[in-house]
């Protein structure tokens, strides 16, 4: 048998560019969707390993007083006491020496008596990182 050419068909392998645009444009709006939520979640992530590294770190100060009746020198001290392992990392710095450290409102007493994040930005709820 001999094949037979179609006279007057081209053929018409893949897309058209009509049906490339619609596939970006639902492609870009999904994405329009999904990315503020994604980032979103990340800073929501951050603050709260931020918030519980902050928790951590005020009951080791606590406990800190409790046993010694004074406070810790600088952080360091509790981590050489054993009462934190190491100190954490500052998940909006990246870094573990941003931690501010607070004196005791009383001025009869040395040491630290509260931690804050180094970071000046403002969290998801309005307040200031450094404020927590």
Same mark, same amino acid.
């Given at each position: &048998?001999?094949?037979? $050419? ?12 009509? /049906? ?15 990315? @503020? ?22 009951? +080791?100060?606590?406990? %800190?007083?409790?046993? %010694?009746?004074?406070? @810790?020198?600088?952080? /360091? ?10 100190? @954490?990392?500052? @998940? &909006? ?7 501010? /450290?607070? !004196?005791? !409102?009383?001025?009869? /007493?040395?040491?630290? $008596?509260?931690?804050? +994040?180094? %970071? ?8 200031? $990182?450094?404020?927590?």
């Amino acid at each position: &048998m001999v094949s037979m $050419y179609r006279v007057g068909k081209l053929n018409q392998n893949g897309f058209t560019l009509i /049906e490339l645009l619609v596939v970006m444009a639902i492609i870009a709006t999904l994405l329009s969707i999904v990315a @503020p939520r994604y980032f979103n979640s990340i800073e929501k992530a951050k603050e709260a390993v931020l918030r519980q590294d902050l928790k951590i770190m005020r009951d +080791s100060i606590d406990q %800190f007083y409790a046993d %010694f009746g004074k406070y @810790p020198l600088d952080l /360091e001290e509790l981590v050489d006491k054993r009462y934190l392992r190491n100190i @954490p990392i500052d @998940p &909006m710095t990246e870094s573990d020496t941003t931690w501010i /450290e607070m !004196p005791s !409102p009383n001025d009869d /007493e040395d040491g630290v $008596y509260d931690v804050h +994040s180094g %970071f000046t930005g403002r969290a998801l709820d309005g307040t200031f $990182y450094e404020e927590w």
